[in-house]
């Protein structure tokens, strides 16, 4: 197998999955009809749930205990 | 012969000509001549040299209308030749050196 | 060739002689060549005897080039060191601020080599937080499904998402990473260089 081409492909695949990711996601944004309100709230414990959404930013991570976090990323609005 | 042995021995065979009584150009290399073969243009830097190192003075003379350079000896360059005639063994030590290895080869 | 002749041919070949030195050689000749002809010599067999001018020339050209420079005398070194004390203030403190030069560079070096390396750093770091939250999204994801459909397709997505991201970072910080390493060591050689020529110069 061609190095260059195993490059190509995990690109490939690396947008594909992007691309995916963002469709799967807007049909879940649309089951709550677009309204991220309704997104489930974080409660401890549940440091799975890494789609938060609250006072109008979206962040995207790990918390684990209010104030512990691993890996975000947020929107500011 | 060998041109850098021969500049050195040149040297020597200079101010032996001188050693006995000053001298002038055309009579060093004619009385040189009959030991060892020597130009016009070699004996200019030899005696140039001699006479940067002390070993020779120069002094003119007029002859026939026109001037002649004389070369005469000093003590230095009498010392000179004393330490190549005392340098005589180890010459010969040399040779003897340089034949045993070539004579060594044949054998 | 007349005796006149070739002092004139030496003379003029010898011309960028200093006169004194040039005299000197001539008078030699013309004395030479006249103790031939003293001797009996014809004046063309003396000048023949003697050599071509250019030939002789050649050679006092070549030996003048050979010549050791002549030592200096001592009253001018004492005179050199005893200017060198004086003005130490002086070329103390140029020697002080070349110094320091020297070391900002090096500084600047450094410097280079750390932000060269930050950005593939950074990127590096992107992707394997990428890859944690793509990891905990994903299977997270599939538990939250069974509360809330709506969050948890949101997260798969999310999950997912990430997993493209981090494979992107992952992939850029390896090219990047090589590249950088290929300019470094460019770089690296391009300064050894350097010194080396100064080195050169100066030995």
């Known amino acids: ?77 | 012969m060998d041109t850098q042995l021969k500049k050195g021995f040149l040297e020597f065979c200079v101010l032996a000509a001188l050693y006995r009584s000053d001298s002038y150009g055309y009579q060093i290399i004619k009385d040189i001549s009959v030991c060892i073969e020597i130009s016009e243009s070699t004996l200019y830097p030899i005696l140039k040299r001699l006479e940067a190192n002390g070993c020779l003075e120069t002094y003119s003379v007029e002859h026939n209308s026109r001037l002649r350079k004389y070369y005469r000896i000093t003590e230095t360059g009498k010392e000179h030749i004393q330490e190549f005639l005392n340098d005589w063994q180890q010459v010969t030590d040399i040779y003897e050196f340089v034949k045993g290895a070539v004579e060594h080869e044949e054998g | 060739m007349k005796k006149d002749e070739f002092l004139s041919s030496l003379e003029r070949l010898l011309r960028s002689l200093k006169r004194e030195e040039r005299n000197r050689f001539l008078s030699y000749y013309a004395e030479m060549i006249e103790d031939y002809m003293e001797d009996g010599c014809e004046e063309e067999d003396a000048v023949q005897r003697i050599g071509s001018p250019g030939e002789i020339a050649q050679e006092i050209l070549s030996d003048r080039e050979t010549q050791p420079a002549r030592p200096t005398p001592t009253w001018m070194k004492i005179g050199v060191i005893v200017l060198l004390i004086l003005g130490s203030p002086l070329w103390g403190s140029l020697v002080l601020v070349a110094i320091c030069c020297a070391l900002a560079v090096v500084i600047m070096v450094m410097s280079a080599y750390v932000i060269i390396w930050c950005i593939p750093f950074i990127f590096g770091v992107f992707s394997v937080s990428s890859l944690v939250l793509a990891v905990v999204s994903t299977v997270g994801s599939v538990i939250i499904m069974f509360r809330d459909t709506a969050t948890g397709t949101v997260q798969m997505g999310v999950g997912i998402l990430l997993a493209g991201i981090f494979l992107v970072t992952a992939l850029l910080t390896l090219e990047l990473g090589k590249r950088f390493v290929g300019v470094t060591k460019k770089f690296s050689r391009w300064l050894a260089g350097l010194y080396q020529k100064r080195r050169g110069v100066r030995a």
């Open chain 1, 1 to 77: 197998m061609n190095i260059k081409s195993l490059k190509s492909k995990i690109l490939l695949a690396g947008i594909i999955f992007m691309l995916v990711g963002t469709t799967v996601g807007l049909i879940g944004l649309g089951m709550t009809g677009f309204e991220p309100d309704r997104l489930m709230k974080w409660k401890e414990g549940r440091w799975y749930q890494t789609v938060n959404y609250t006072n109008g930013n979206f962040w995207i991570g790990i918390r684990l205990k209010d104030g512990r976090y691993i890996t975000s990323f947020t929107t500011f609005d």
